[in-house]
């Protein structure tokens, strides 16, 4: 626990400051030292580009999926959004097992037991192996039935079909790649998974563009070639990854330590329900959309892959708050745990602040680098300059709920996730377009409200946060 800070406890040196400057040792001795802050700062913004980068280049494969079959037209974009929804879908309970990996580990590793941060991340990886087996299954089985629940028409289910089965057929690299990059984050190395998610970039931007137009003397494979590139860059991604994870001793492989189990389940468990309520609001979310027509939901997907260059950057920003709470709480060092969390906050909104006015400037010539079609690039335009605004909120409910999330209180940020999603985002999209029957516009809107709702309710549970309750 960190010493309170008082005059009695002051140590000699400090005494004779005092004497000389006593405003300043005072303000030093409550506020802490700026040079110490200037310190943490450093290491804030050292942690946490790479994380950053590492969200965006995650993201970037799929954005990049977009991007290739945008010439195919309007049906191959849906096919490849849904497929790509269904992984997001899958990897619910996932990223419940990672969130909780890097938080145990953190907390392991700020308080210096290093050993039992390496048993944890063997129980989480053996962990992961089960529930890839049975999201293969789960997947190849009833993913292409649930985009037509979705309802999916027969242009896109032309190519949603094949591409669902492929995508999961290799889920196992998707979902390994995500719980090794947890390990390393909790280790507060962030550069290694960075350096495999851009290997993963490179070699799909490599392989793509050929087997989806039969370039170079490949055959021409369309969506399905779009499949083939992103199964196979990240199973080389994954190899890498898993290499330098065994290289640096990160794992100790042995009997699975089931009170290291328990801890990161328990907090896991409420992330993975928090990604349920998440994602299967985003389905019902999407079906309103749908109800709008193909060129609608083509125009929503493109929206969405262009404005996740600044809401991957905020979800990096919400994983390394929460490495920097784990870490320093782990420590004990409470007052390095809140100015972490502020320069997190920082960088988010500065990334995300200059995204929201890209946004609202050049809308239309950023739709036009994945798609030519006029009609999904008017309404695209609508879209981009639309969730702008939730920019600001977004930004806010990332890091606040990635230090919630360091702190261990993942299920508040479960309920609120599950109040705001269904009783805003859903509830609101149903009335405008079942009861009202607004515009496609006015459901894009509720996207807006939820942000707004969701980041004052993270906000207000992170002030009332006392951080000495938050050791794991």
């Keep these: 626990m960190e010493p309170e ?3 009695r406890q002051l140590p000699t040196a400090v005494h004779g400051s005092f004497l000389k400057n006593p405003l300043t040792t005072l303000r030093h001795s409550i506020l802490g030292n700026p040079a110490k802050r200037v310190s943490i700062r450093r290491r804030v913004v050292n942690l946490s580009l ?9 993201r970037l494969v799929s954005i990049v999926d977009i991007f290739m079959v945008g010439g195919l037209g309007a ?6 959004g849904l497929g790509q929804f269904m992984v997001f879908l899958a990897m ?12 145990v580990i953190a907390h392991l590793w700020g308080a210096d037991r290093l050993e039992d941060a390496r048993k944890a991340a063997f129980a989480a990886m053996l962990t992961c ?21 979705m309802g999916a028409g027969t242009d896109v289910m032309g190519y949603a079909g094949r591409y669902i089965t492929l995508v999961f057929l ?3 690299f998707t979902a390994g790649l995500n719980l090794l990059s947890a390990i390393m984050h909790g280790r507060g190395d962030t550069k290694t998974p960075m350096t495999a998610i851009l290997l993963v970039n490179i070699l799909h931007v490599v392989i793509a563009w050929p087997l989806i137009y039969g370039k170079f003397g490949f055959p021409r494979l369309g969506v399905i070639g779009a499949a083939y590139a992103i199964n196979l860059s990240e199973a080389i991604g994954f190899f890498y990854l898993l290499f330098r994870v065994l290289r640096q001793n990160a794992v100790n492989i042995g009997r699975p330590d089931l009170e290291l189990w328990k801890r990161i389940w328990k907090v896991g468990y409420p992330v993975a329900l928090e990604r349920v309520a998440q994602q299967s609001g985003q389905l019902f979310y ?3 959309i749908l109800g709008y027509g193909t060129v609608a939901y083509a125009a929503h997907q493109v929206g969405l892959s262009i404005e996740s260059l600044s809401f991957m950057p905020g979800a990096g920003m919400g994983i390394a708050a929460a490495t920097l709470m784990g870490q320093s709480l782990g420590a004990r060092k409470y007052r390095q745990a809140r100015v972490g969390h502020n320069e997190a906050m920082r960088l988010a909104l500065l990334v995300m602040g200059v995204m929201a006015a890209i946004f609202v400037i050049i809308p239309a010539p950023l739709l036009s680098l994945f798609t030519s079609d006029s009609e999904v690039i008017r309404e695209g335009t609508v879209f981009l300059r639309l969730v702008a605004l939730a920019q600001i909120p977004l ?12 702190t261990g209180d993942t299920f508040y940020v479960f309920i609120s996730t599950l109040l705001t999603m269904w009783g805003v985002r859903v509830f609101l999209a149903w009335i405008v377009a079942d009861v009202l029957h607004l515009s496609l516009y006015a459901v894009w809107g509720v996207f807006v409200i939820d942000w707004w709702v969701r980041a004052a309710a993270f906000a207000w549970r992170y002030h009332k946060r006392d951080l000495h309750s938050g050791v794991l």
């Design 5 to 7: 800070h008082s005059l």
């Design 50 to 58: 790479p994380v950053l980068l590492s969200a965006l280049f995650q």
């Design 75 to 80: 049906a191959a974009i849906a096919a490849v």
């Design 92 to 103: 619910t309970v996932f990223w419940g097992l990672s969130t909780g990996t890097t938080v």
């Design 129 to 149: 192996a089960v529930m890839i087996v049975a999201a293969t299954a789960a997947g190849t089985t009833y993913g292409s039935r649930l985009a037509l629940v």
């Design 170 to 172: 290799y889920f196992g």
């Design 286 to 288: 999407s079906k309103f």
């Design 395 to 406: 930004a806010l409910s990332f890091v606040y709920a990635g230090s919630l999330r360091g």
